[in-house]
């Protein structure tokens, strides 16, 4: 069996990507020791009774103290307060990551707060279902996944060869990004879906002209692969749309452009031009399959309890 990557591993929050990175952890023996860090004592219990951890803690502080890599999985708002926690007993060569959806704005939070000779080189998994909680993990989250870095300048080598090398170990595919690209790149391919998807199933709720037994009775069709979107941690959510403003309304406005467009089509009678835009967006979802991340597989009326396992939803 090979050595471990990682002497300590500390995971403060732990949840769907905290409590998946445990199991991955465990399972690969990539760490001799995980820590768990999270604030609520029930969720820590929880942790415990799943076996998840090694040891455990409500204190970031001690958590960080004896961590080779310190791994922060908490909604990006509470980034900074994180830092905070650990900045007194990280210590020196430590290597300090993150999983959130936005990287500029953690940046900024944390950033300033990382004691130097700490490596804190930010990340984030693009990975995920609905679900959240210790519960919600497994294993498998990261296989064939893509994990963005975005190292800052004059990040040591050793250090992001180390944080890329624990990506893969995972089963992740690992990119680097400029923390402005990925928050950009983020904002359509991700926050921008999980907005719609709010909104669509919030304006369904609202009308009253179509009761609540109707959606769910006919939410084989669209509807439903909306639901599970928004069904997903309102708390992440908010932080991510507080965070990501500034790229998130840039995409919105496009998408509002882009709708009237549609609107427009649609009343004025223009077939060839929603055959032209139809066909390009098939192409789209052949493009997703054919890079291995979704299956080609038909999943309208599925029975949920028998067939519907984990997939990706960031």
């Not at 919600?136 to 944080?163: M, V």
């Not at 179509?210 to 708390?235: H, Q």
């Not at 882009?258 to 004025?268: G, H, K, N, P």
């Given at each position: 069996?090979?050595?471990?990557?990682?002497?300590?591993v500390?995971?403060?929050?732990?949840?769907?990507?905290?409590?998946?990175?445990?199991?991955?952890?465990?399972?690969?023996?990539l760490a001799?020791?995980?820590?768990?860090?999270?604030?609520?004592?029930?969720t820590l219990?929880?942790?415990r009774q799943?076996?998840?951890?090694?040891?455990?803690?409500?204190?970031?502080?001690?958590?960080?103290?004896d961590?080779?890599?310190?791994?922060?999985?908490?909604?990006?708002?509470?980034?900074?307060?994180?830092?905070?926690d650990?900045?007194?007993?990280?210590?020196?060569?430590?290597?300090v990551?993150?999983v959130?959806?936005?990287?500029?704005?953690?940046?900024?939070?944390?950033?300033?707060?990382?004691?130097?000779?700490?490596?804190?080189?930010?990340?984030?998994?693009?990975?995920?279902?609905?679900?959240?909680g210790?519960?919600?993990?497994f294993?498998?989250?990261?296989?064939?996944?893509?994990?963005?870095?975005?190292?800052p300048?004059?990040?040591?080598?050793?250090?992001?060869?180390?944080?890329?090398?624990?990506?893969?170990?995972?089963?992740?595919?690992?990119?680097?990004?400029?923390?402005?690209?990925?928050?950009?790149?983020l904002?359509?391919?991700?926050?921008?879906?999980q907005?719609?998807?709010?909104?669509?199933v919030?304006?369904?709720?609202?009308?009253?002209t179509?009761?609540?037994?109707?959606?769910?009775?006919?939410?084989?069709?669209?509807?439903?692969?909306?639901?599970?979107?928004?069904?997903?941690?309102?708390?992440?959510?908010?932080?991510?749309?507080?965070?990501?403003?500034?790229?998130?309304?840039?995409?919105?406005?496009?998408?509002?452009?882009?709708?009237s467009?549609?609107?427009?089509?649609?009343?004025?009678?223009?077939?060839d031009?929603?055959?032209?835009?139809?066909?390009?967006?098939?192409?789209?979802?052949?493009?997703?399959?054919?890079?291995?991340?979704d299956?080609?597989?038909?999943?309208?009326?599925r029975?949920?309890?028998?067939?519907?396992?984990?997939?990706?939803?960031?």
């Amino acid at each position: 069996m090979s050595e471990p990557l990682f002497n300590t591993v500390a995971l403060i929050g732990i949840g769907l990507i905290g409590s998946s990175l445990a199991r991955v952890i465990r399972e690969r023996r990539l760490a001799e020791t995980i820590v768990i860090a999270s604030r609520s004592e029930e969720t820590l219990a929880r942790a415990r009774q799943l076996e998840l951890g090694d040891r455990y803690t409500t204190s970031n502080g001690d958590a960080a103290r004896d961590a080779d890599l310190v791994i922060v999985s908490v909604p990006v708002g509470a980034s900074g307060q994180v830092a905070r926690d650990i900045a007194g007993t990280v210590k020196p060569g430590a290597i300090v990551t993150d999983v959130g959806s936005t990287k500029k704005s953690v940046i900024e939070q944390m950033q300033p707060l990382i004691p130097q000779g700490v490596h804190f080189i930010p990340g984030h998994p693009i990975a995920g279902t609905e679900h959240s909680g210790p519960d919600a993990g497994f294993a498998t989250l990261f296989e064939g996944r893509w994990c963005i870095l975005t190292p800052p300048a004059g990040t040591d080598a050793q250090a992001l060869a180390a944080l890329t090398g624990f990506w893969q170990a995972c089963g992740s595919m690992v990119d680097r990004m400029d923390p402005d690209h990925h928050d950009l790149v983020l904002a359509i391919v991700s926050h921008l879906p999980q907005l719609i998807a709010y909104n669509i199933v919030g304006t369904a709720d609202d009308l009253e002209t179509v009761t609540k037994s109707e959606v769910i009775k006919y939410s084989a069709s669209g509807f439903r692969d909306f639901t599970r979107l928004a069904a997903s941690d309102p708390t992440m959510w908010r932080d991510v749309c507080l965070n990501n403003k500034d790229a998130i309304l840039e995409m919105l406005a496009r998408f509002s452009e882009d709708l009237s467009s549609l609107q427009r089509a649609i009343r004025w009678g223009d077939g060839d031009k929603l055959f032209d835009l139809f066909s390009r967006t098939r192409q789209i979802r052949r493009s997703i399959i054919e890079a291995g991340q979704d299956i080609d597989a038909p999943n309208f009326g599925r029975h949920v309890a028998t067939t519907d396992g984990p997939d990706g939803a960031e």
